[in-house]
């Protein structure tokens, strides 16, 4: 690099691979241009899709005029969200007996998803100083870059299995058994897992927490399309439940994002949530008080109004219900896009095995396409998907769908 006169030691750093992409799809001005790559809902247009039961909730908060709405929250965040967020997440219905169960939750609203993350890596690199962090390899990325801006280092365990596209459970349990220690913070996708769309079944989600308690492990949960992937919340959310209510004396940790699930991207609404085991619950009040220290040196409080409408939509049964079929209406979109390019390439006989595709779940699939497929798709189709091979289903319609098979078969008869 050129010396230049200055006190910074900077090198580039490579851009991120997600919204670069993203940037370069905007600047293409192809007409037939077509976006596989950011994981964010599309309608059948190829529109955003600011959700129905947001926009209602949007409305009567025009017609309310709070005065509140631009002030300050306090430093957790918004304390009716939190519980709200909670509850979403570990399927409490407002009765008694759960009272205990809730003490073990210390709950900070985050910047989103991602802040959540970040959030919690920090908050474990300071209080907890796990050895190493395991992801799955592969990840969504940005984990990386999360767990090494904390300074944690990083191991991965095998997720994927290339031959039959298939989730590894064997490689990721004796990896995880053999070679991780005691203490070490476990990152697990709760659900539709980014970027292969594989996850574990009950059973093997059983036994994964069976490790995690034996070899006192530290599990940590990022859950990004609760709702979004199955439509149900249950169903998205079995698996962080299961951990909860049956292994109490676990510590573990949840991210929670509501960028998906109520269509929320650029509100960055989400909630952090540690839980302690059941006999160090008068820890709680502690956890929450240094998770505040840690959003008070860097960003004072979450934004405001993404929780506003997340609580506009859950204190009403009309809002609630438009919600939940908004999630069908999105999980069901995405099924059907599958469906429909598995079937285009099947028609096509374009070489290879496809039912993967349809296989697996929620907002991706893992398409196995080379990185040089994936550059041929771009330059010769302007069709966007990330060097893994991970296309956004969303992406996809049944205008654009014909297009994308017809390309991917030439990429695949074509470009080894
Ligand atoms: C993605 O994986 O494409 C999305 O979750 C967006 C992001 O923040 O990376």
């Known amino acids: 690099m050129e010396k230049v006169p200055t006190r910074l030691n900077v090198a580039p750093v490579p851009p991120d ?27 059948d247009d190829g529109k955003p899709w ?52 809730k003490a073990r939750i210390a709950s900070v609203q985050t910047v989103a998803g991602t802040g959540a993350n970040h959030l919690g890596a920090l908050f474990l690199a300071h209080h907890m100083k796990p050895r190493n962090v395991w992801l799955s390899n592969p990840s969504w990325a940005n984990h990386m870059t999360i767990w090494e801006l904390a300074g944690v280092p990083r191991k991965t365990y095998p997720y994927y299995h290339a031959a039959t596209r298939s989730f590894d459970f064997d490689g990721m349990m004796s990896t995880l058994e053999n070679d991780a220690e005691e203490g070490d913070a476990v990152l697990l996708h709760a659900c539709a897992h980014n970027p292969t769309g594989l996850d574990p079944n009950k059973e093997q ?8 308690e034996r070899k006192k492990l530290f599990p940590f949960f990022d859950s ?24 109490p004396d676990m510590e573990m ?10 269509g929320l991207y650029g509100q960055r609404t989400g909630a952090f949530h540690y839980i302690t085991n059941r006999s160090a619950t008068s820890i709680r009040d502690v956890v929450v008080n ?18 506003t409408i997340v609580k506009k939509i859950m ?32 028609r096509l006989k374009t070489p290879g095995t496809w039912e993967h595709i349809v296989e697996q779940n929620g907002m991706f699939s893992y398409t196995g396409l080379t990185p040089k497929q994936v550059y041929a798709l771009k330059d010769k189709y302007h069709v966007y998907l990330l060097k893994s091979g991970r296309a956004s289903i969303s992406g996809l319609s049944q205008k654009n769908v014909a297009y994308v098979a017809l390309a991917i078969d030439d990429v695949v008869r074509n470009v080894l």
């Open 50 to 101: 600011p959700l129905p039961a947001v926009e209602k909730a949007e409305k009567q908060l025009a017609e309310e005029n709070d005065l509140m709405r631009h002030e300050y929250t306090a430093i957790e965040g918004d304390v009716p969200f939190l519980k709200i967020a909670r509850d979403l997440m570990f399927g409490f219905e407002g009765k008694a007996s759960e009272e205990p169960a």
């Open 224 to 247: 990004a399309y609760q709702g979004f992937a199955s439509g149900s919340l249950e169903e998205d959310a079995w698996a962080v439940r299961y951990f909860f209510d049956n292994k």
């Open 205 to 212: 989600w059983i036994a994964i927490a069976d490790l995690c």
């Open 17 to 43: 691979e997600i919204f670069a992409l993203n940037g370069a799809f905007f600047a293409d001005t192809h007409p037939q241009k077509v976006s596989l790559g950011v994981g964010v809902y599309r309608t």
């Open 253 to 262: 940790c949840v991210a929670q994002s509501f960028s998906k699930n109520m």
């Open 315 to 346: 204190s009403s049964e009309e809002l609630t219900a438009d919600w939940h079929n908004d999630l069908q209406v999105m999980s069901s979109r995405i099924k059907s896009m599958r469906e429909a390019l598995y079937n285009e390439l099947v």
């Open 290 to 307: 240094n998770l505040c220290h840690l959003i008070r040196g860097e960003f004072s409080m979450g934004p405001r109004i993404g929780c």
